[in-house]
């Protein structure tokens, strides 16, 4: 579905900018992603699709239901994780404690949009990133040394024994 998105409207843009009225890159959609606009590169991206009318009524409440479903859906897969390991790994936390992570993660985004709208959110989105991205590649290690070690000991302790042969 992702690639399916990614590829109508990525290449409907793409479409708009090379096909302009007044020239090729002058649709104005690069501007609007170069200056980070996102929400507006995909809204103007829909209205070239569609020009307008109740098709591009239909298309936008399309969009924003599609919108609204990842973000619930991501937040709540992200809710779900943290009560999980804040649980000791109990494969069905306490939903009050859902709800209250839950409320936590929707008042940090709403605060930092109102505050600084949606770069603000971006920054923060990245700052936290990096730490996150090294406990990733530490546990990859991990991984990686469990799976390599793994096999040495299984071969260890499953040597047939001379009186079996």
């Known amino acids: 579905m992702i690639f399916a998105w990614l590829a109508i409207f990525g290449g409907n843009a793409l479409h708009q900018e090379l096909v302009a009225e007044t020239g090729v890159g002058t649709a104005g959609i690069i501007d609007l992603v170069n200056g980070w606009d996102l929400p507006a590169a995909l809204f103007a991206t829909a209205d070239g699709i ?19 479903s990842w973000f619930i859906t991501s937040s709540d897969s992200s809710t779900l994780v943290l009560t999980t390991i804040l649980s000791m790994g109990n494969d069905d936390p306490p939903k009050r404690f859902r709800v209250f992570w839950g409320t936590m993660i929707g008042a940090v985004a709403a605060v930092l949009l109102v505050a600084g709208g949606l770069r603000a959110l971006q920054t923060a989105n990245m700052v936290t990133a990096l730490p996150i991205s090294v406990l990733v590649i530490l546990m990859t290690i991990s991984v990686m040394k469990s799976l390599l070690a793994e096999p040495m000991s299984q071969s260890k302790t499953s040597k047939p024994s001379q009186a079996s042969r």
């Open 50 to 68: 569609t020009g307008g009318g109740i098709w591009g009524w239909i298309l936008n409440a399309m969009m924003i239901f599609l919108l609204f």
